[in-house]
């Protein structure tokens, strides 16, 4: 027993448990004021028709493990939510992979680093030029 404690001290959870995507879901659906299965029957992708079972959404709201969702999964988690797939995507990056969304001072400067990857790499570099011009770069 000792060697299993140990193991879990050295390689176990992280000591900061995230639970950011779960916090979401159950809070939203606290919000909609939604049974479970009532909140399962609307967690459908409306491009691929993937659906998030209820057993799953009542893991994640429980602490349970559970599988780290992907693109189609948080698109139907959106729908279920009744918010922006973004949403869901920084609350499961926070949870899932460590990674804290980005913060702005304002909606919009976050809405154009949204946009920014879909801009190929010349403009990009075209962009970063006009931006440093207006507002030279912090050394």
């Known amino acids: 027993m000792a060697a299993n404690d140990e193991q879990t001290r050295d390689h176990g959870q992280d000591p900061e448990r995230r639970t950011q995507f779960a916090d979401l879901i159950r809070k939203r659906r606290?919000?909609?004021?939604e049974s479970l299965a009532t909140f399962a029957e609307k967690a459908v992708d409306p491009v691929s028709g993937v659906r998030v079972k209820r057993g799953v959404i009542y893991r994640l709201e429980s602490g349970e493990p559970v599988t780290p969702p992907g693109v189609e999964e948080l698109r139907a988690w959106a729908a279920a939510c009744e918010l922006p797939?973004?949403?869901?995507?920084?609350?499961?990056?926070?949870?899932?992979?460590?990674?804290?969304?980005?913060?702005?001072?304002?909606?919009?400067?976050?809405?154009?680093?949204?946009?920014?990857?879909?801009?190929?790499?010349?403009?990009?570099?075209?962009?970063?030029?006009?931006?440093?011009?207006l507002v030279p770069p912090e050394e």
């Open 30 to 33: 606290a919000e909609l004021n």
């Open 85 to 133: 797939l973004e949403a869901l995507q920084d609350a499961a990056g926070q949870q899932f992979h460590g990674v804290d969304p980005l913060r702005s001072g304002s909606a919009e400067a976050t809405a154009y680093v949204r946009k920014l990857d879909r801009v190929p790499a010349d403009q990009r570099a075209n962009l970063m030029r006009l931006i440093d011009s």
